[in-house]
């Protein structure tokens, strides 16, 4: 039999499928361009995001708003895109995942549109609103469709794109921050927004065009001959294929069992110990990704510089520019570790080096906010930099792309769009909150007082993912459930040692 030819079994009239694996290129371009166009879809919300940090400069002045109403507009599109990311599961299941990243870019570029048409602070939020939707869209979509086509010797690599993406729109957003801020006040912000508007185009149409639809959807709705076909030209070899084929097609034997007792009762209500702790090891590391205040750290970060004494505009913005290549460069690095030093190792070195930083960066301001009134510190403004820069590093080598990557590859397929959607939506409460009350944080317990508690939140979280997620590296997706299950059992003997050595202890205590 020819190796290029792979038999797969499927369920219509239990007839043979053959299917001509077409040959397939060196390295699996395939799937490395297929993840590129599904990462894409992250550019949008990178942008957004860095583009504030030096639009509200300029929002503020135009519209004449006061702090507040600044948090609120900053911050108001993380909960709005929570409402993206719950709909996406369900969308992504009746649609697809091809279908529903369109979808994602043809929302963004309308809000992109009424933010820069706005022309007041009521026609701003709805412009917010709406792009708000299309950035929850994407954060769901981006990493299942790469989790679900890459196979697994490239899985981590592959959906780290997503990241490397939020990224490359953040050095966007700083850019045009800089390039745009000599235009007139009233116009600059809105050229900000409106150059928003065009990668949605660009990915739209390459989506539709180029890209082929999930085989893990394609098995869900029974066509099997099409999802056979994507395997081929997706994974590492025609053995390969035939495995993760037979490997989908148990794990969505599921499917309609999980959709007749309701994925959500599944996931919250009545979830198995597997999946609880499956649930808590997602939900746990989007909370602590953002809780830990990385993303007010990149949408202040001019009011820190000048906190530390840099007063210029444009110096301000230039070194915003700075954090943006520090995050891009760094986030390169970390998707040629993620397969080959593994999940746990990056994250916990990761979770580390945030801690240091933030402990100097609190400590540079702390020093600063006790300086005679016109006295300035050079070492502390250096301090201050490098230990934003710090930030951005050891963020974006570990805890920045990992989150994406472990949320998306650890659920069950029947609960997969659903569980990370549910992920991303905790991410975007946790990241509103924090951006819509930062400057009211710091006003009551000062900056450095503020950055103090990052680091705290950092330590807890950095305990929490050495306790309670496990190494994912090179396990298939439909092996997880089997990963969590031993962690499980493991966690069951620990708590039974404990439970049966406690009464000894007390015993003895007693006795003496």
Not at 357 to 380: P, T, W, Y
Not at 400 to 429: C, D, H, K, M
Request: proline share 4%.
């Amino acid at each position: 039999m020819d190796s290029r030819k792979m038999m797969l079994e499927t369920s219509f009239g239990n007839r043979p499928a053959t299917i001509e694996a077409p040959k397939k290129p060196a390295k699996n371009s395939y799937a490395l361009v297929c993840s590129l166009l599904a990462s894409m879809t992250s550019i949008v919300l990178g942008y957004d995001l860095a583009v504030m940090t030096g639009a509200s400069i300029f929002i503020q002045d135009d519209l004449e708003i006061s702090d507040t109403e600044l948090e609120i507009l900053a911050g108001i599109i993380s909960f709005y895109s929570v409402i993206g990311s719950l709909a996406a599961g369900r969308t992504s299941d009746w649609l697809g995942r091809r279908y529903t990243m369109a979808l994602a870019a043809a929302i963004f570029f309308a809000g992109s549109i009424l933010m820069g048409f706005a022309t007041n602070y009521a026609f701003l939020m709805c412009g917010r609103f709406v792009a708000g939707i299309g950035v929850g869209y994407a954060l769901m979509i981006a990493p299942v469709y790469t989790a679900e086509v890459a196979p697994s010797s490239a899985r981590g690599f592959l959906a780290s794109f997503s990241e490397i993406f939020i990224n490359i729109g953040v050095l966007f957003g700083f850019i045009s921050n800089f390039v745009f801020a000599g235009l007139p006040e009233h116009i600059s912000w809105r050229v900000m927004f409106l150059i928003g508007a065009v990668p949605p185009i660009l990915i739209f149409a390459g989506v539709l065009i180029l890209m082929p639809e999930s085989p893990r959807w394609l098995v869900m709705q029974g066509r099997l001959d099409e999802a056979a076909a994507v395997l081929a030209k997706t994974s590492d070899s025609p053995e390969e294929a035939a495995l993760r084929f037979e490997e989908i097609k148990s794990a969505a034997a599921d499917e309609e069992r999980g959709h007749e007792e309701g994925v959500w009762r599944e996931l919250l209500v009545r979830p198995t110990p597997v999946v609880r702790r499956i649930v808590i090891a997602a939900v746990g590391i989007h909370f602590f990704q953002q809780a830990s205040g990385m993303d007010t750290v990149g949408l202040y970060s001019p009011r820190i510089f000048e906190k530390a004494g840099i007063t210029s505009r444009n110096k301000k913005l230039g070194a915003s520019v700075a954090m943006g290549f520090i995050k891009t460069i760094f986030i390169l690095v970390a998707t040629f570790f993620l397969d080959r030093v593994g999940r746990r190792p990056l994250l916990l070195t990761s979770a580390g080096g945030i801690i240091l930083s933030f402990l100097a960066l609190a400590s540079a301001l702390l020093v600063i906010d006790r300086q005679a009134e016109g006295e300035k510190s050079k070492a502390a403004l250096g301090v201050t930099i490098a230990a934003v820069l710090s930030l951005m590093a050891t963020y974006s080598i570990g805890l920045g792309p990992i989150t994406w990557v472990y949320s998306s590859e650890i659920f069950p397929l029947r609960l997969r769009a659903q569980g990370v959607s549910l992920g991303a939506g905790t991410n975007r409460v946790i990241s509103g909150v924090l951006t819509m009350s930062f400057i009211s944080l710091y006003k009551a317990i000062s900056i450095s007082g503020a950055f103090f508690l990052d680091a705290g939140i950092a330590l807890i979280g950095w305990f929490f993912f050495y306790f309670f997620l496990p190494e994912t590296k090179g396990r298939s997706l439909e092996e997880m459930e089997k990963l969590f299950e031993q962690k499980e059992k493991q966690v069951g003997k620990v708590e039974a040692l404990v439970e049966n050595v406690t009464p000894i202890i007390l015993r003895t205590d007693q006795e003496t």
